[in-house]
């Protein structure tokens, strides 16, 4: 099953030459989760070959505008290919006001039902669920109401293994196998797990993007593979990174490594730094398994 994250922007609120403002694609099974949407997303998402038809839905972290400027062009781009389908959008409840001017005053009309849920940026919670997922969300302590996500994979049962003997079994049989149920073969009863692959270990995304360094966010991030973390500025910008309620790379490696993840991606950049490397290399020297997010790449979950 595909689980794995496309990055359409990675920078922060000043405009950057070449880099645009945060939003990716959670791609799970082929089914896309927009996790902000700054200006430009729709130019990168056709630059990358990502289809806005597959958007299932859509989560905005805060109301800042590197977060959010994007999402209004990609609602009407949308109705304008004609999309039926419903697209869910989680946000601060306020985005709800936001909406409601553009439709009042800019005309904006969707040709699909928009289910809009509002995050709780006070309380932890579940946040949504379908098939595939299990999406919750926490409080981030930024300037205005700001949640982070993490995403679980859903178990969705056994998976059959090839050299099985299969050919013998009904459709029902392979069902109740898939169910993690014994079956009936001749008489004799067999277990499922002589048919069926060993469990793999369900995979999990976080998303922490703006945020003060938060120790409590440990919680939240324990041991998930890949954890996506701002890192605005350099350690040498503490006192404006605190000021601005932003991370360092320092402290975001901090962070992953306490949390024990699999692997920390750093993003949100701030425009003074041409040269990425030297956040990285601060990342590192903590947390080597830290990576840039950066436009175009994809990152396996
Ligand atoms: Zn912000």
Not at 131 to 152: K, M, Q, S, V
Not at 158 to 167: C, N, V
Not at 191 to 218: N, V
Not at 279 to 291: I, R, S, Y
């Amino acid at each position: 099953l595909t689980f794995e994250v496309t990055i359409l922007g990675a920078s922060a609120a000043l405009p950057a030459l070449g880099r645009f403002p945060t939003c990716q694609i959670l791609n799970v099974n082929h089914r896309y989760y927009m996790i902000d949407c700054g200006e430009g997303a729709q130019i990168q998402a056709a630059r990358f070959g990502i289809k806005l038809s597959r958007i299932h839905s859509i989560f905005i972290s805060h109301l800042h505008g590197d977060h959010y400027l994007g999402l209004i062009g990609l609602l009407g781009t949308l109705s304008l290919q004609g999309r039926k389908r419903a697209l869910y959008l989680y946000a601060p409840a306020d985005l709800a006001d936001i909406l409601a001017a553009h439709r009042k005053s800019g005309g904006l009309y969707l040709s699909f039902e928009l289910i809009f849920k509002a995050t709780n940026t006070e309380a932890p919670e579940v946040l949504a669920e379908d098939d595939l997922l299990t999406i919750y969300t926490f409080p981030l302590r930024h300037r205005i109401p700001c949640a982070g996500f993490r995403f679980e994979e859903k178990r969705r049962g056994y998976t059959l293994r090839k050299d099985a003997p299969l050919q013998a079994l009904s459709i029902q049989q392979k069902l109740a196998l898939k169910r993690g149920e014994d079956i009936v073969l001749e008489g004799k009863t067999r277990a499922f797990t002589e048919f069926t692959e060993p469990l793999k270990k369900l995979r999990t995304y976080a998303y922490c993007s703006d945020t003060i360094f938060d120790i409590s966010l440990l919680s939240e991030l324990n041991n998930v593979d890949l954890l996506y973390h701002e890192a605005t500025f350099t350690q040498e910008y503490l006192t404006r990174a605190q000021e601005t309620m932003h991370t360092t790379a320092l402290q975001a490696a901090l962070l992953a490594k306490e949390a024990q993840v699999g692997k920390l991606l750093i993003g949100h950049y701030s425009s003074r730094y041409n040269n990425l490397e030297v956040l990285l290399a601060e990342a590192q020297g903590v947390f080597p398994p830290t990576a840039l997010a950066i436009e175009g790449e994809t990152f396996k979950v």
